[in-house]
């Protein structure tokens, strides 16, 4: 509740006392610098004993300023306290309770009830944090350019060296299913690749002021939707966010979580096959390799050679883009099952954790079962989709409006989201 002294003073008003005090302190300071200088004038004039006050530094002639102006403050200061039911006594209230609203506004700078440890470290590497959005702002689209540049790398180094061999040393059935199913990966991951990069993840409407939303955001100061958090990158709120891909230069949201989740899984895939299919030839080139730095190399032409050396670079780059980019697959194929993001993830550790503490079990709102969890995603709704819409490239769009969300249950007890 609001106390008479701080619905008077308002910030405007704070602003334009503070420089009418700042102002007659300064003119009361000049006219006391200057009247002391002309007294000390007169008395070096004079004779006696100022010359020794005329020979005194300009500090000292500060200080004597100062002290008579502090003795004037004080003065005036009991003049209007004395004055007890007249306009001096307002006027002496009114200068108190501009003190103390002064002084707590200052206070609440540096110190208020919330303030904790997690705010003075994010005070403390606010410069860093600064410094890695703005890193990763400008240097996304290198990360695209190198993922396109290895991507293509690869499908160039197969098309030249590993579907030849395929083609005349495989059987026909096996010819087929190498061809089918190589190429039925590229055109996914491209597919996906293309829509997780250019597919904006989703924004809360900023003209409608009917939007439903569980706080403010205090970045964009803005209505925040549930499930909505800002990216400090991309610098807007992202309405699901799960986080911001620096490899898409976009942030992954409502609108394109299910392109990057089937970019990550289609690629895991498409890696772990050019893996599998280029073993003998790796372990070949390989052996080839090793036996070129003894005493007597075998004679191989400059084509081998490159052959050789691309053979291994493609099973190195894919064996090794499988086991990292496989884990982030799973990790998000496990919070989808879940019915979370990786934001929320966090958020919901420490709900849950407090909820424990008070006795509670914490149950995820978003979380309608691992089946249900899964076709929402994919927006399955018949089992014809599970082909057209999972297996095969679809840019349908995602279940809901990214705003409202369905919740399992109403629960009582508030929880950030």
């Known amino acids: 509740m609001e106390t008479p002294a701080s619905v008077w003073l308002r910030y405007e008003q704070l602003l334009f006392y503070a420089a009418c005090v700042s102002h007659c302190w300064s003119v009361c300071l000049c006219v006391c610098v200057c009247l002391e200088g002309r007294r000390s004038r007169r008395r070096a004039g004079g004779g006696g004993g100022g010359g020794m006050r005329l020979g005194s530094s300009w500090r000292w002639q500060l200080s004597r300023a100062m002290r008579q102006a502090l003795r004037w403050c004080r003065l005036c200061r009991r003049r209007n306290v004395g004055r007890v039911g007249g306009g001096g006594g307002r006027l002496g209230a009114r200068l108190t309770a501009l003190w103390r609203y ?8 540096y110190y208020n009830s919330l303030s904790d440890s997690d705010t003075l470290l994010d005070c403390a590497f606010e410069p860093v944090y600064w410094i890695v959005d703005n890193v990763t702002r400008w240097f996304g689209v290198v990360f695209v350019c190198l993922v396109v540049l290895l991507t293509s790398s690869v499908v160039i180094i197969v098309y030249l060296f590993v579907l030849p061999t395929i083609l005349a040393t495989y059987p026909l059935h096996w010819i087929a299913w190498h061809l089918c199913c190589g190429h039925w990966l590229l055109l996914l991951v491209v597919f996906h690749y293309y829509k997780a990069t250019t597919t904006s993840p989703g924004h809360p409407p900023k003209d409608k002021r009917d939007v439903p939303s569980v706080s403010v955001c205090k970045k964009c100061i ?4 549930p499930r909505t958090h ?23 949201g409502h609108l394109n979580h299910r392109y990057f989740f089937s970019f990550c899984l289609y690629m895991t895939l498409g890696c772990m096959y050019c893996s599998i299919s280029s073993r003998n030839l790796f372990l070949e080139a390989y052996s080839v390799i090793e036996t070129s730095f003894q005493a007597t190399p075998p004679d191989t032409s400059p084509r081998e050679s490159v052959a050789h050396k691309c053979i291994i670079f493609l099973w190195v780059l894919t064996s090794s883009v499988a086991v990292a980019l496989g884990g982030l697959t799973l990790w998000h194929a496990k919070l989808i099952s879940r019915g979370e993001t990786s934001v929320e993830r966090h958020i919901n550790r420490k709900e ?6 008070k006795g509670k079990v914490f149950r995820n709102p978003f979380h309608h079962g691992r089946l249900n969890n899964w076709k929402l995603f994919f927006g399955v709704e018949t089992r014809r989709h599970w082909l057209t819409r999972v297996l095969l490239p679809s ?7 990214g705003i409202m969300w369905d919740c399992t249950f109403t629960r009582s007890d508030p929880m950030a989201i």
């Open 102 to 109: 002064g002084r707590l506004l200052l206070r609440s700078l």
């Open 222 to 225: 803005t209505p925040k939707p």
């Open 230 to 252: 800002h990216c400090s990158i991309c610098s807007v709120c992202v309405l699901k966010m799960d986080h911001h891909c620096p490899w898409l230069n976009n942030c992954v």
């Open 352 to 357: 849950a954790r407090r909820l424990q503490e």
């Open 395 to 401: 840019s349908h769009p995602p279940s809901g409006d």
